[in-house]
């Protein structure tokens, strides 16, 4: 069975990628492709999810709490990324109440007519209620990362005898669109909190702190994690399986193992010099690891 490492670091901060560098490619040419930031009409605050999975139809039905401001101008409407997705409710929340607004989508992006004209800086909150369907979506990722598909369910029937079932998100660069809608862009930054509700027999992992965790009665489990801290969409992330949890630290900071129960014995040959490159790259840059914790995350891949 192969294996994939999803170093967790400014995720619980946001994934930290490690490449490998070699000689340059003799074309140079995309140097000079001027590569301008996505425009900002509004800016992303909070994001609110609740989710639920189908593991028959690999489907996650979610209800998404937006909280955004315009950027600067005044603006009367909201163009989100919504990949694949199908589309129950779309309302403005005032406190408790919500009134539905006009919208119209295409599959990919979802262009909504607030309920009034919002000054710069002012926020608003907007509510959808949407299923993500991400096998049925065809779409291409990056040169870098060619599959964007963004939610993974691995072995969800567990049909296969000899690979685990597990599921996980990956958002780089612009997926978790997929299955959160937002203004996917990583000129955005946003905090958020995520509610998963999930069989009972597994473990979560979410951005930031596990909050509490709630037993339902038709043995599903709600676990409820929480970042404090704004970062990009692509960095929101989603794990579900049944892990072991190996705990370590760096300077009073949880620094946590995800790895499958066979691999417990040696996780921290695996992984424990996670504390010690925390630490070394703390010195390198000035900058101490500003993120609550960081977890490091063993998956199965497709």
Do not use: C
Request: aromatic share 14%; proline share 5%.
């Amino acid at each position: 069975m192969k294996k994939i490492a999803f170093l967790l670091a400014l995720l619980s901060g946001p994934i930290l990628l490690m490449a490998q560098f070699g000689e340059e490619p003799k074309d140079t040419s995309w140097k000079k492709i001027y590569r301008a930031s996505y425009t900002k009409i509004n800016d992303l605050v909070h994001t609110k999810l609740d989710v639920r999975f189908d593991y028959d139809k690999a489907y996650m039905y979610g209800k998404a709490w937006i909280t955004l401001k315009p950027h600067f101008y005044a603006t009367d409407s909201l163009l989100l990324d919504a990949k694949g997705m199908t589309i129950n409710e779309v309302s403005i929340v005032k406190g408790t109440a919500k009134s539905k607004l006009t919208y119209n989508y295409d599959d990919y992006q979802l262009n909504i007519k607030l309920d009034k004209t919002y000054k710069g800086g002012e926020n608003y909150t907007v509510y959808i209620d949407y299923v993500s369907k991400p096998n049925e979506l065809k779409v291409k990722g990056s040169a870098a990362i060619t599959d964007a598909k963004g939610l993974y369910f691995i072995n969800p029937k567990g049909e296969d005898k000899n690979k685990p079932t597990q599921i996980w998100t990956q958002g780089e660069t612009e997926a978790t669109s997929v299955w959160a809608p937002t203004i996917d862009k990583p000129n955005q930054k946003t905090t958020d909190e995520i509610y998963m509700t999930v069989p009972a027999k597994y473990v979560t992992l979410s951005n930031g702190l596990l909050i509490s965790q709630k037993k339902n009665a038709d043995g599903t489990r709600t676990d409820y994690w929480k970042m404090d801290l704004p970062h990009a969409p692509y960095l929101f992330f989603m794990g579900v399986g049944d892990y072991s949890i190996i705990k370590d630290s760096y300077k009073g900071k949880e620094v946590s193992y995800y790895v499958e129960k066979e691999y417990a014995p040696v996780a921290r040959k695996i992984f424990g010099h996670t504390p010690e490159m925390i630490k070394f790259f703390s010195e390198k840059l000035g900058v101490d690891y500003p993120w609550q914790n960081m977890h490091r995350w063993l998956a199965e891949i497709m």
